[in-house]
């Protein structure tokens, strides 16, 4: 399924990131970018909200010094840590640091793909100069894109909305709180398909996380069983959970399935997945790899 994906995708990650002929077959991040393709479809159908331009050169161009991806990232943490009641010295400390993140992490990421682009770039001159009709995605961890600006932004303002969600679903059991730090890899290729508008990314996200939570909860005697078994220490709690690999829609299926079918299902989801991989490699052609994501009116 991960292998599936990641060519499914591999042409929407070098249109918006202009990542040269490089796919994330990254379990947390990839079922986001599922996710996100029919809320993309649904966004430009909907009056007034198609219109909405999020992206952050826009935002920059329409609130002036306040649109600066620094300056958000200051505000956001400020917003953040009046929500959570901060002293002034920790009120400062975190807001500098969100600003800093803001700032740093698009510099440290572009350093880093400077460094990338060369070895994919051999590594499809390998490729081609052996198998001539074959196109080839390098596989990487989606940590290349959490430095996107409208990555970044989305992921801080779903923080607070993740917390308020957990609080106010019915359903949820789960109190998110290291997990937070794993929403930039939950929703980084939501953006993507997105097209980098920070406010269908955030909406969308907001519906994402509160399936997160419902599947997070449903799945936590599962987490906590395994946990046991391998003899992890639970600090004294009754249940653990995991938000983002066990709050997934993938793993929602997985676990489904499995309960219903057994061995079945997984066999089912195996061959199915294969079929995709002929469907998409074989049967579509060279250069046809990635289905067509709307552009967004970001």
Same mark, same amino acid.
């Given at each position: 399924?991960?292998?599936?994906?990641?060519?499914?995708?591999?042409?929407?990650?070098?249109?918006?990131?202009?990542?040269?002929?490089?796919?994330?077959?990254?379990?947390?991040?990839?079922?986001?970018?599922?996710?996100?393709?029919?809320?993309?479809?649904?966004?430009?159908?909907?009056?007034?909200?198609?219109?909405?331009?999020?992206?952050?050169?826009?935002?920059?161009?329409?609130?002036?010094?306040?649109?600066?991806?620094?300056?958000?990232?200051?505000?956001?943490?400020?917003? /953040?840590?009046?929500?959570?009641?901060?002293?002034?010295?920790?009120?400062?400390?975190?807001?500098?640091?969100?600003?800093?993140?803001?700032?740093?992490?698009?510099?440290?990421?572009?350093?880093?793909?400077?460094?990338?682009?060369?070895?994919?770039?051999?590594?499809?001159?390998?490729?081609?100069?052996?198998?001539?009709?074959?196109?080839?995605?390098?596989?990487?961890?989606?940590?290349?894109?959490?430095?996107?600006?409208?990555?970044?932004?989305?992921?801080?303002?779903?923080?607070?909305?993740?917390?308020?969600?957990?609080?106010?679903?019915?359903?949820?059991?789960?109190?998110?709180?290291?997990?937070?730090?794993?929403?930039?890899?939950?929703?980084?290729?939501?953006?993507?398909?997105?097209?980098?508008? /920070?406010?269908?990314?955030?909406?969308?996200?907001?519906?994402?996380?509160?399936?997160?939570?419902?599947?997070?909860?449903?799945?936590?005697?599962?987490?906590?069983?395994?946990? /046991?078994?391998?003899?992890?220490?639970?600090?004294?709690?009754?249940?653990?959970?995991?938000?983002?690999?066990?709050?997934?829609?993938?793993?929602?299926?997985?676990?489904?399935?499995?309960?219903?079918?057994?061995?079945?299902?997984?066999?089912?989801?195996?061959?199915?997945?294969?079929?995709?991989?002929?469907?998409?490699?074989?049967?579509?052609?060279?250069?046809?790899?990635?289905?067509?994501?709307?552009?967004?009116?970001?």
């Amino acid at each position: 399924m991960i292998l599936l994906f990641g060519d499914i995708l591999g042409g929407t990650i070098n249109k918006y990131y202009k990542f040269p002929n490089i796919t994330f077959p990254h379990g947390t991040a990839i079922p986001g970018y599922i996710f996100a393709l029919p809320f993309n479809w649904l966004f430009d159908r909907i009056p007034v909200v198609k219109d909405w331009k999020g992206d952050p050169k826009t935002i920059q161009e329409k609130l002036g010094i306040f649109g600066d991806s620094t300056v958000m990232g200051v505000m956001i943490g400020l917003g /953040i840590g009046l929500l959570a009641q901060y002293e002034i010295k920790e009120l400062l400390q975190l807001s500098v640091t969100t600003g800093a993140v803001m700032m740093l992490m698009p510099r440290m990421v572009s350093l880093l793909m400077e460094g990338l682009t060369p070895i994919s770039q051999a590594a499809n001159a390998f490729i081609k100069k052996r198998f001539p009709d074959r196109e080839l995605y390098i596989g990487m961890d989606a940590a290349l894109s959490v430095g996107d600006q409208a990555v970044l932004s989305s992921s801080l303002l779903l923080v607070p909305i993740t917390i308020a969600l957990a609080v106010i679903l019915p359903f949820n059991q789960t109190l998110p709180f290291g997990d937070l730090a794993t929403i930039p890899f939950v929703v980084c290729l939501m953006a993507a398909v997105f097209n980098g508008n /920070i406010i269908r990314t955030v909406l969308a996200g907001t519906v994402y996380m509160a399936t997160i939570l419902c599947i997070t909860t449903w799945v936590a005697p599962l987490v906590t069983e395994a946990a /046991i078994a391998s003899n992890f220490d639970l600090q004294g709690n009754a249940t653990i959970t995991a938000m983002a690999e066990g709050g997934l829609w993938t793993t929602g299926l997985y676990v489904l399935v499995t309960k219903l079918l057994n061995w079945t299902g997984i066999i089912a989801i195996g061959g199915a997945c294969l079929a995709g991989l002929f469907y998409v490699n074989k049967v579509k052609g060279k250069g046809e790899k990635t289905p067509p994501v709307e552009e967004s009116k970001a």
